[in-house]
């Protein structure tokens, strides 16, 4: 019998890559250039990117940065405004989802998104087809690792704590699970992530 009814994924960094920096450079930025202005909107020190994933629109954001880095404006506008650039597909770990599924797991998603970026990352992403249910932090304007988020998820679709493995990049957020009664495991590389799932396939 297997340990584990519901396998729960975050999404960046686990079922999608970024590639945020090679698209500052695409815009024109050299490399250096392209670190900081992205280093600022991800890694600014009062962490202004959740307002994006608690529901802020792209020109709410747009107009806040543009106003702590005007130097930066044409560049942020840009950035902001082709989310559909920033993304890079995982088929190997997609492909293991649908095992997943496969083998009799049911498959959630529980991530800190946008609304515009979510609704751009997710149309052709296969493993949308596979998932029996979700939860975004734009959706009720709650993220990780704050435990309203992870409760929503469970009282959305009856799932039992002691039945979820959640697959999560950052650690706050694997404690977070922790703290509301579910196993988590730190995802550190995609390799790392495919030998996880093999393990849950072979069961």
């Given at each position: 019998m297997k340990?584990?009814?519901?396998?729960?994924?975050?999404?960046?960094?686990?079922?999608?890559?970024?590639?945020?920096?090679?698209?500052?450079?695409?815009?024109?930025?050299?490399?250096?250039?392209?670190f900081r202005v992205g280093s600022q909107m991800f890694g600014?020190?009062?962490?202004?990117?959740?307002?994006?994933?608690?529901g802020a629109t792209e020109e709410e954001?747009?107009?806040?940065?543009?106003?702590?880095?005007?130097?930066?404006?044409?560049?942020?506008?840009?950035?902001?405004?082709?989310?559909?650039?920033?993304?890079v597909a995982r088929p190997a770990v997609w492909k293991q989802v649908h095992e997943l599924k496969k083998c009799g797991y049911e498959i959630y998603l529980l991530s800190n998104y946008p609304k515009p970026l979510f609704e751009k990352h997710m149309e052709y992403a296969d493993f949308?087809?596979?998932?029996?249910?979700?939860?975004v932090s734009y959706m009720i304007r709650q993220g990780k690792p704050d435990r309203a988020i992870y409760e929503a998820l469970?009282?959305?679709y009856?799932?039992?704590?002691?039945?979820?493995?959640?697959?999560?990049?950052?650690?706050?957020?694997?404690?977070?699970?922790?703290?509301?009664?579910?196993?988590?495991?730190?995802?550190l590389s995609?390799?790392?992530?495919?030998?996880e799932l093999q393990k849950l396939i072979d069961a």
């Amino acid at each position: 019998m297997k340990k584990y009814r519901n396998i729960i994924f975050d999404i960046g960094n686990v079922l999608l890559d970024y590639r945020w920096k090679e698209m500052l450079m695409d815009f024109g930025l050299p490399e250096d250039e392209a670190f900081r202005v992205g280093s600022q909107m991800f890694g600014d020190t009062d962490n202004s990117w959740r307002a994006f994933d608690l529901g802020a629109t792209e020109e709410e954001m747009i107009d806040m940065y543009c106003k702590m880095y005007p130097a930066d404006t044409e560049a942020i506008q840009w950035f902001l405004h082709h989310g559909e650039y920033m993304h890079v597909a995982r088929p190997a770990v997609w492909k293991q989802v649908h095992e997943l599924k496969k083998c009799g797991y049911e498959i959630y998603l529980l991530s800190n998104y946008p609304k515009p970026l979510f609704e751009k990352h997710m149309e052709y992403a296969d493993f949308m087809k596979d998932i029996d249910g979700l939860m975004v932090s734009y959706m009720i304007r709650q993220g990780k690792p704050d435990r309203a988020i992870y409760e929503a998820l469970f009282e959305k679709y009856g799932l039992k704590p002691q039945e979820c493995l959640f697959f999560d990049d950052r650690l706050e957020n694997v404690e977070g699970a922790d703290r509301v009664g579910m196993d988590a495991v730190q995802v550190l590389s995609k390799e790392q992530l495919m030998q996880e799932l093999q393990k849950l396939i072979d069961a």
